[in-house]
Antibody, heavy 119, light 112 residues
Framework: QSTLKESGPTLVKPTQTLTLTCTFS??????????VGWIRQPPGKALEWLAL???????RYSPSLKSRLTITKDTSKDQVVLTMTNMDPVDTATYYC???????????WGQGTLVTVSS | DVVMTQSPLSLPVTLGQPASISCRSS???????????LNWFQQRPGQSPRRLIY???NRDSGVPDRFSGSGSGTDFTLTISRVEAEDVGVYYC?????????FGQGTKVELK
């Protein structure tokens, strides 16, 4: 059984950098075909893909947010880290990490973490 | 980005009756390997989304067989054969063929 859990601050100020960690178990990010990604959901709104990192360290970013995002992995710790710079109140959302298998996306989800951007 | 358009956005349903949600993509979702990466997710109130259907019509493990997916190319449908109370929530289609993956706006299923 694969599980994922997000952690990070619940409140950040505008212009600050957000760092979120996804800690997972039940699978390895060293296994061919596996990737871990981040999806966010503003309150009451739809879902949006942010970034993806593959077992071979290839990375994908949402074109609209690419300049603000960095995704990295620590295979030894079974963790993936997402950083988002220059946070704005419109970035207030629940952030989810998900597991993917080749092109089959989001078969397992974390519980999500609500991040509020406010001064 | 590929635009995913769902209809209806609100779907009042009667217990035991069928229900269908439509999803249309702005371009073909056939991938270079010949598969079509169209998924359906259920999000119950206060919960994370859960994938129900992958590659158009394949049910994920543990998903009741009253849920089925169909379609091809740019037009897809999620059908619940007989709605149960636990099916209340928001349903999203999502394409994984083109990066970034994109979701529909969501269809809120509620009991009449």
């Amino acid at each position: 059984q694969s599980t994922l859990k997000e952690s990070g601050p619940t409140l950040v100020k505008p212009t600050q950098t957000l760092t979120l960690t996804c800690t997972f178990s039940g699978f390895s990010l060293s296994t061919g075909g596996v990737s871990v990604g981040w999806i966010r959901q503003p309150p009451g709104k739809a879902l949006e893909w942010l970034a993806l990192i593959y077992w071979d360290d290839d990375k994908r970013y949402s074109p609209s947010l690419k300049s603000r995002l960095t995704i990295t992995k620590d295979t030894s710790k079974d963790q993936v880290v997402l950083t988002m710079t220059n946070m704005d109140p419109v970035d207030t959302a629940t952030y989810y990490c998900v597991r993917n298998w080749w092109q089959q996306l989001a078969d397992y989800w974390g519980q999500g973490t609500l991040v509020t951007v406010s001064s | 980005d590929v635009v995913m358009t769902q209809s209806p956005l609100s779907l009042p349903v009667t217990l035991g009756q069928p229900a269908s949600i439509s999803c249309r993509s702005s371009q073909s979702l056939v991938y270079s390997d010949g598969d079509t990466y169209l998924n359906w997710f259920q999000q119950r109130p206060g919960q994370s989304p859960r994938r129900l259907i992958y590659k158009v019509s394949n049910r994920d493990s543990g998903v009741p067989d009253r849920f089925s997916g169909s379609g091809s190319g740019t037009d897809f449908t999620l059908t619940i054969s007989r709605v149960e109370a636990e099916d209340v929530g928001v349903y999203y289609c999502m394409q994984g063929t083109h990066w970034p993956g994109t979701f529909g706006q969501g269809t809120k299923v509620e009991l009449k």
